[in-house]
């Protein structure tokens, strides 16, 4: 069973509600029923009860017929008719006096659970010995109510106190706490509580149920004003909590931002050593395009002079076929033996075919491998060219990560705008910031 607290304090004083003459929002009707009365006592028929004969002995000792009450003893004081409800006198006296009495609340003693079973056992003992106890206090009135959301007692009772002057038995919540041992003084009735409240625990305490230090007074608050308070107080504490979430939120949006600035300088660090890299890049690649249209050009070049003499040489050959092979010319006996003879045109023709086409054949060997050089630097231009196409393809990725990081941290910077305005809504800007220092002196240590 957990922990409980006790409830003793002043209740606003409705006869009609706690008879159930009507029912408030908060009242199930289908358990009115399991309510226990204790006593239910026309206040008229108590007041009578009490003072009725005080007064006829007081109007005995009266010689003037003005000195009289000619009146009930609660309309001579209250100067109004009989109310359900409680009526207070121009001396400050009340008619009634209420007493509300709870163990636990709604979220651990509910009606209807084993728990609120054994809160009304106890409050029902406590009641039982109510009027033993305050004698001074007269119980026309007393409910138990199991139609609402916690086990409560409603206690009214009128307070009767003895005096030498005037007449001798009268209303008077002083002089009835006096009598009971209570002395005098505005903590009277403060005194009185805290004892009832002792008696209360130690019945619990017989039933196995722990009572809790007891919170704050209510002090004059009507049950209503103080179930209000009860109600802001639990809010207050909601607040205080979601305020303490919201500095860990703050505190890590602070962080993360940090983060993210430290993140971000980096990053555009990154970028500009990329773009710098990017700029000579370009300015590699830009001179590649050169080279390699310089090479482009030397190579259309060196192919078509390697065609022109190409022809050149098949046109030489062509000439060359139309000479006799030196083996097939025949040779004549000449003065000089049998040596070949060729006319100086033919020999000229020969030998001029012959160095042309020795030095058609040394020039096409030249040709061809200058075109396999300029083939294979073009190859490997090609292969920087994907290389820093491929740089170029990374820079972009960066940059599109660079873009998500700022809206990343545009987003941040929004939400923790806010967490700041709520923060100062609620006026603890400056315990953030205390927080935040002492935070931060602590990372520093």
Same mark, same amino acid.
């Given at each position: ?21 009507? /029912? &408030?929002? /908060? ?12 006593? $239910? ?13 005080a007064i006829e002995r007081y109007n005995a000792r009266q010689k003037r017929a003005d000195r009289k009450i000619n009146t009930s ?16 006198? &121009? ?13 636990? +609340?709604?979220? /651990?003693?509910?009606?209807?659970? #084993? ?12 009641? $039982? ?5 305050? #004698? ?31 007449? +001798? ?96 300088? $980096? ?21 590649? +395009? ?7 050009? &030397?190579?259309? $070049?060196?192919?078509?002079?390697? &065609? ?43 030998? +001029? ?8 054949? /040394? ?65 603890l800007t400056q315990k953030l910031q205390e927080f935040l220092k002492q935070r931060t002196r602590g990372v520093k240590r």
């Amino acid at each position: 069973m957990s922990e409980k607290r006790i409830s003793h304090c002043q209740g606003k004083g409705s006869l009609a509600h706690n008879n159930r003459k009507f /029912n &408030a929002k /908060n009242v199930d009707d289908t358990r009115t029923k399991d309510n226990i009365v204790f006593v $239910q006592q026309p206040i008229e028929e108590a007041y009578e009860h009490l003072f009725g004969a005080a007064i006829e002995r007081y109007n005995a000792r009266q010689k003037r017929a003005d000195r009289k009450i000619n009146t009930s003893y609660y309309e001579h004081i209250f100067k109004h008719k009989v109310s359900q409800s409680v009526v207070t006198s &121009a001396d400050k006296r009340k008619s009634f006096y209420e007493d509300v009495v709870q163990i636990g +609340d709604m979220k /651990n003693t509910g009606v209807g659970t #084993p728990d609120a079973e054994i809160a009304t056992a106890c409050l029902t003992e406590y009641m $039982q010995g109510f009027q033993e106890r305050n #004698p001074n206090f007269y119980v026309f009135n007393a409910v138990l109510h199991l139609d609402e959301a916690t086990p409560h007692l409603h206690i009214d009772y009128i307070p009767v106190g003895h005096y030498k002057m005037g007449v +001798d038995t009268q209303n008077g919540i002083a002089q009835a706490l006096k009598e009971m041992g209570y002395g005098s003084g505005k903590d009277t009735i403060s005194r009185w509580r805290e004892a009832e409240c002792k008696v209360l625990t130690e019945i619990c305490s017989r039933h196995g149920i722990q009572i809790a230090a007891p919170e704050k007074s209510r002090g004059s608050l009507t049950v209503e004003q103080y179930k209000e308070y009860a109600k802001i107080t639990e809010q207050v504490e909601e607040k205080k909590e979601e305020v303490a979430r919201l500095d860990e939120q703050a505190e890590y949006a602070g962080s993360l931002l940090k983060h993210r600035e430290e993140m971000r300088t $980096q990053v555009e660090s990154v970028i500009d050593e990329l773009d710098e890299q990017y700029q000579e890049k370009n300015a590699a690649v830009a001179h590649l +395009d050169e080279e390699i249209a310089e090479k482009s050009s &030397a190579l259309s $070049q060196a192919t078509a002079e390697l &065609a022109d003499k190409q022809t050149l040489l098949e046109t030489s050959a062509r000439k060359v076929t139309k000479l006799k092979f030196i083996d097939e010319i025949e040779t004549g006996k000449t003065m000089f033996g049998g040596k070949v003879t060729l006319s100086k045109e033919d020999y000229g023709m020969l030998t +001029d075919l012959s160095k042309k086409q020795i030095a058609a054949e /040394n020039r096409e060997s030249e040709l061809t491998a200058e075109i396999e050089r300029l083939k294979k630097e073009n190859e490997e231009a090609a292969k920087k060219n994907a290389a820093l196409e491929q740089k170029e393809q990374d820079y972009y990725k960066i940059r599109e990560e660079l873009r998500t990081t700022k809206n990343e941290l545009g987003s941040l910077k929004t939400l923790y705008k806010k967490v700041l305005e709520f923060i100062e809504s609620l006026k603890l800007t400056q315990k953030l910031q205390e927080f935040l220092k002492q935070r931060t002196r602590g990372v520093k240590r």
